[in-house]
């Protein structure tokens, strides 16, 4: 059974950092890409961040980038996410996100580890 497992929310002040973990078990992800999604309240879920499998390729939400940085962990069979500069609406659900096959779409998801950044 595949799970991903996401770590680091918490709550932290405008300005602040915090660093989210995800490790997946069941199967390993070392040749896929992983993203980063997040939901706020009330709003859809966006798309945050993805990392390819060798980590040579990244891509950013304009609204995160110069802030956010994904990075791959393939020995823990993971991705990470450090967030710096967060601001009170980067407050959401922040999900880690992987494809069933390579170029897939996402199809495993984490359960979600909550951000939320005070003003």
């Known amino acids: 059974q595949v799970q991903l497992v996401e770590s680091g929310g918490g709550l932290v002040q405008a300005g602040g950092s915090l660093r989210l973990t995800c490790v997946a078990s069941g199967r390993t992800f070392s040749y896929y890409r992983m993203g980063w999604f997040r939901q706020a309240p009330g709003k859809e879920r966006e798309f945050v961040a993805y990392i390819t499998w060798s980590g040579g390729t990244t891509n950013y939400a304009d609204s995160v980038k110069g802030r956010f940085t994904i990075s791959r962990d393939n020995a823990k069979n993971g991705v990470n996410l450090q967030m710096n500069s967060l601001k009170p609406e980067d407050t959401a659900v922040y999900y880690c996100?992987?494809?069933?096959?390579?170029?897939?779409?996402?199809?495993?998801w984490g359960q979600g580890t909550q951000v939320t950044v005070s003003s």
């Open positions: 996100a992987a494809p069933r096959v390579a170029g897939g779409k996402y199809e495993f």
